[in-house]
């Protein structure tokens, strides 16, 4: 089964064309998966903080009473990969880190999704030296960069509400890039 | 009974680097035997992002904005320093008011970095609620920095001569509006924390330094003030408003204490720390009244900070002092040689040792981290505790990653 | 070393002391004592020496245990890579910050090597704080310690290959940050 676009809200195929979904039993698995499965998902995304620099903090903040996070179901910090969903990559990531980001991306368990959080997750921000990997996407798979140098917790939160979006979008499996779709958020 | 064999039951483990209580990227190599620590070996280097590299490329004021991202719990504290240690290298004095107004953010950057420090030390420890009550707080104090320079964490608060603008008319009135409610959440700390049985357990003899080997290890800041090191710049090394004659008309410097404990352990720090935020409250009580009047940067003819925009935009000469400043080919002229320019930030002495060739940007830009000497300390401090103490020392420290290794 | 420009004559006068016992102890030595910023006429109150790297530990130990200097406390190690610096002899300035708690007072002690293989005695043995700093030093330049006792690279990893904090060191590296395997939503 394909995945729905944003704009029409029809079910796109594995051509990438869009397909009118004719079957009621079509429109029932869609049904269950959006208001069922996937409001589920997306209502309880239990971050993995992997909290280096400064963008750690305001993730704190974004964390606290005064933004809460949990407001989003995204409350529980689980550090344990295994038990988390979204690896928010928060702060600038040096190349000597890299190995030890791509452990936690292994290990966390389908289905998974990544915000590189600020400008030197995403593109190395301030940092362009030796040392500093310009951009987490070029070495893990991202979903939603949030820019900022921090973000503003206004912004990460904007942040992970791009990634319920996706997740609302998504299919019963993890079938996204395997199907080589491009997803319209 | 049990009897322990001679080469008991020893394994290593690997503490972080990805650990919900390792402060970022610390990683601890444990070897243990059974749940007690043989022997302990920090791996740093983690968030090694090239600073001081980046400081041979950036000029004076634009490395300002590099240094809000070393200890990244205080950073308006780091800016002052570098521009301390700038000011040092051009050898400017301050106007009154520019002392003044630094003085008050160091102050407020200190208060910020010891909630933040408080918190996640006994968050580390299972309390939850200090840690939350101190960010509320810590809200408050980056609305009062949003108010002054317009980003709430990473301020870039000073330039070289000055500030990087004046307050609000409505800033001391903001300040002083909040200040009672800042005061009466270190009192909230100290009732959940300081008398409560299980914090006391958890910290009271666990990581202890003894006076000597505080001196040893160049530990500086709480850490050192807690083994009964007398030691605190604002005293010993005055500068800012805590220098007498800082106003150049012989006012008598800022009066406050400094905090010494004895114990040497980790509780002996945290109360150093909660100690430390109730003068720094005391000291922005005394200062913010009495903002004297005046401009903000020093020097404004001799080329050093940008002229007002309504001078850039509306009279030549306006406009080739700010090409003078900005322009890749000018800027900065600084006399040639070194200089060392420290100031007692939340963690210790942070200290930034600048090299000049003339240019406009540094030749070489050390910056001294208190992280890096405190941390060296933790493999002698930890040594027989168990690995529950970890958590308890390492908040304790307070290691700034960002700062740690630069 | 106050904010502002005059010092105080008080702290002058005793600046030298520390530089007066050394010359006393040490006769042989020239230590060449000078403000750390000598191309201006303001006295900041910071004074180096330089110490010839064969003599570098005994100053050091009688710098500590001296009781008129009684430097007790190693602040800083570092080093600063005089290639491109108008008017350097040598390349590297191993510089250690000291300062004395009892008496209040700094002294800056600058001991220059050169390539090829810079080599400084380590000062773990007279103050313990000396370690980390000396490994970062060993890392970001290149100058070893000899003495010490764990000398590996602190901030880069073993198998970096460069000392990126040299001059002739490329700010953005030499693809260091880019040799990493990648992973992709299919590999992962």
């Known amino acids: 089964m394909g995945v729905s676009d944003a704009r029409s809200g029809a079910t796109v195929g594995t051509t990438g064309e869009p397909f009118v979904a004719t079957t009621r039993l079509d429109r029932l698995v869609q049904m269950i998966r959006k208001y069922g499965i996937n409001w589920a998902r997306k209502y309880s995304l239990w971050p993995m903080p992997f909290g280096t620099a400064c963008c750690a903090i305001e993730l704190m903040a974004t964390a606290a009473s005064r933004f809460d996070v949990a407001r989003f179901g995204a409350e529980a910090m689980r550090f344990s990969p295994r038990q988390s969903d979204v690896l928010i990559c928060a702060g600038r990531v040096p190349i000597k880190l890299m190995p030890v980001l791509q452990r936690i991306y292994i290990q966390m368990t389908e289905p998974k999704w990544v915000i590189s959080m600020g400008a030197c997750a995403s593109t190395g921000g301030v940092f362009n030296t030796y040392a500093v990997v310009q951009g987490i996407d070029q070495f893990i798979p991202v979903d939603v960069y949030v820019p900022g140098c921090p973000p503003r917790p206004e912004q990460l939160l904007e942040g992970i509400m791009a990634i319920q979006r996706i997740v609302e979008q998504e299919g019963v499996t993890r079938s996204v890039d395997r199907l080589g779709l491009k997803l319209t958020v | 009974m049990i009897r322990e064999e001679p080469g008991g039951d020893r394994w290593t483990l690997n503490f972080g680097p990805q650990h919900p209580a390792t402060h970022g990227t610390l990683h601890l190599k444990l070897v243990l035997d059974g749940e007690r620590i043989v022997r302990c070996v920090p791996e740093i280097g983690y968030l090694h992002c090239g600073f001081e590299k980046l400081g041979e490329h950036l000029d004076y004021n634009q490395y300002v904005v590099v240094t809000d991202r070393m200890n990244y719990l205080s950073p308006a504290a780091n800016n002052l320093a570098w521009h301390h240690a700038c000011e040092t290298l051009f050898g400017i004095d301050l106007t009154p008011r520019c002392k003044v107004l630094r003085t008050l953010y160091a102050e407020l950057a200190r208060v910020l970095d010891h909630y933040l420090s408080v918190g996640a030390a006994a968050l580390d420890l299972g309390a939850l609620t200090a840690f939350v009550y101190g960010f509320n707080e810590r809200e408050i104090i980056y609305d009062l920095f949003e108010e002054a320079c317009g980003a709430r964490f990473t301020t870039s608060i000073s330039r070289v001569g000055g500030l990087f603008r004046d307050i609000p008319p409505t800033w001391p009135a903001a300040v002083k509006a909040n200040l009672p409610r800042i005061g009466d959440c270190i009192e909230e700390l100290e009732k959940l924390l300081v008398s409560n049985r299980i914090f006391i357990e958890r910290t009271k003899g666990i990581g202890v330094v003894s006076h000597d080997d505080a001196i040893d290890w160049s530990l500086t800041g709480p850490a050192a003030r807690a083994s009964g090191v007398k030691r605190d710049l604002r005293k010993d090394e005055p500068y800012l408003c805590f220098a007498p004659g800082w106003d150049g008309n012989g006012s008598s410097p800022v009066p406050f204490k400094v905090p010494i404990a004895q114990g040497g352990d980790c509780y002996a720090r945290f109360l150093v720390r909660l100690e430390e935020m109730r003068q720094s409250l005391g000291i922005i009580r005394l200062l913010i009244d009495n903002i004297p009047p005046g401009p903000v940067n020093a020097l404004p003819d001799e080329k050093l900070t940008l002229p007002d925009k309504r001078e850039i935009y509306f009279s030549i000469e306006g406009l080739i002092h700010h090409f003078e400043m900005v322009m890749t080919n000018r800027g900065f002229t600084p006399p040639v040689g070194e200089a060392y320019g420290s100031m007692e930030t939340a963690n210790g002495e942070l200290g930034y040792y600048i090299v000049s060739d003339g240019g406009r940007c540094a030749y070489r830009a050390r910056c001294r981290p208190p992280s890096l000497m405190n941390y060296q300390a933790f493999s002698a401090m930890i040594e027989g505790h168990q690995i529950s103490d970890i958590v308890a020392v390492l908040g304790s420290m307070n290691i700034i990653a960002g700062e740690l290794d630069r | ?188």
């Open chain 3, 1 to 188: 070393m106050r904010n502002g420009v005059v010092a105080d004559t008080a702290q002058q006068a005793d600046q030298p002391v520390a530089v007066g016992r050394l010359q006393a102890k040490f006769g042989d030595i020239d230590f060449a004592p000078a403000e750390l910023m000598s191309s201006d006429d303001k006295r900041r109150g910071q004074i180096s020496v330089r110490v010839p790297v064969e003599k570098l530990e005994a100053v050091m130990r009688f710098l500590r245990d001296d009781r008129e200097c009684a430097f007790d406390m190693l602040v800083d190690v570092t080093c600063i890579d005089y290639l491109d610096y108008p008017g350097a002899t040598d390349r590297f300035g191993v510089t250690y910050s000291l300062l004395s708690l009892a008496h209040n007072r700094r002294l800056w002690v600058k001991c220059f090597v050169n390539d090829p293989d810079p080599e400084v005695p380590t000062m773990t043995g007279i103050w313990k704080g000396a370690d980390w700093p000396e490994r970062e030093v060993y890392d970001l330049f290149g100058v070893r310690f000899a003495g010490h006792p764990d000398l590996r690279r602190i901030m880069t990893w073993e198998g970096f290959g460069s000392h990126p904090l040299r001059k002739e060191y490329p700010l953005e590296g030499r693809g260091e940050r880019e040799n990493y395997p990648v992973f992709t939503r299919r590999s992962a």
